[in-house]
């Protein structure tokens, strides 16, 4: 199973911030802004991501047709970036550097600054650029003010993926390729994988085996699992154990409704033998949480890092 990845500071215990997401790296915002303000972030991961097609893209960007082009780039989402940044170290210089120098086309500050810090020079959208029909908007009319500058655009991208930037740009008549590069499983037995990462992240739990060909748990196993780990969590709530009743009680964070149903039930399990405070980045998924009567306490105003730890440091005030 994946394990959850956090950052302890000092002896005292900090206020733990269970972040139902995959961490970005090789930066997270939301983990350097909860430790630069006292919090332990802990990245519980609700899928996981495998770079699929490396061995074409290592060729394609390897090519003289590539390196020679007017070609630019369109990549979406974190995920996709690291797939293409995984192929960039592992080629030489010239197709490196044919790679950054090229434009490259983006949604939203966060993966703006990610580019940016792998090289690229030509970034656009990014901030200006809030979802998928908005750059691609930016891009049809760049290609109207310049014409000829960019001869095809080559898109990076996951298995699954929404047709907006692609209809668009061919409605326009515009060339382009798609690379998919990426593809996002479900991690199995979900709801007890989020019970275990709590714990284990708790130092109390003992592993399970899963069996030596790591098949999936049965059913029943994982029912008995799930009561071991809580009957563990009512302990700690009690004061009980190393750490006992010192720690704080911790936010978890809900990023998204998707895939969250398990975690929601893990949580509402929890719940029932410990404080929980639950937080959403936004309207959307606090909506969802209040659907599943799990109502989140903390919502951000706006869904970045920045504004998740102000709207968790004034709950503090009022706690």
Known sequence: MTAPTSTTKASVP???IYLFKNKTVPKDPYHDLFLEHGFEPVFVPLLRHKFINTDELRMLVQSAEFQNGNSAIIITSQRAIEAVNEVHASVGP???QAL????????GPASAAALARAGYKDVRGGASAGNGSVLSEIIVRESEERPGEIGEYVFFTGVTRRDIIPVRLREARLRLAERVVYQTLAIENLEEHVLRLISEELEHVEEEEEGENGEELEQEVVEEIEEELLEDLKKKAGGE???GGDRPDP????FSPAEADPVVEAVRRISEHRAVRVAAIGPTTEEYLEGKRLPARVVARKPDAVHLVAAIEE???II
């Not at 950054?100 to 949604?107: A, C, E, F, I, K």
């Not at 936010?251 to 809900?254: G, H, I, K, Q, T």
């Open 241 to 243: 154990g190393e750490e």
């Open 100 to 107: 950054v120098s090229r434009p490259v086309y983006t949604v």
């Open 94 to 96: 010239e197709a490196q």
């Open 315 to 317: 709950d503090l005030k």
């Open 251 to 254: 936010y978890y964070v809900f």
């Open 14 to 16: 900090n206020r733990r």
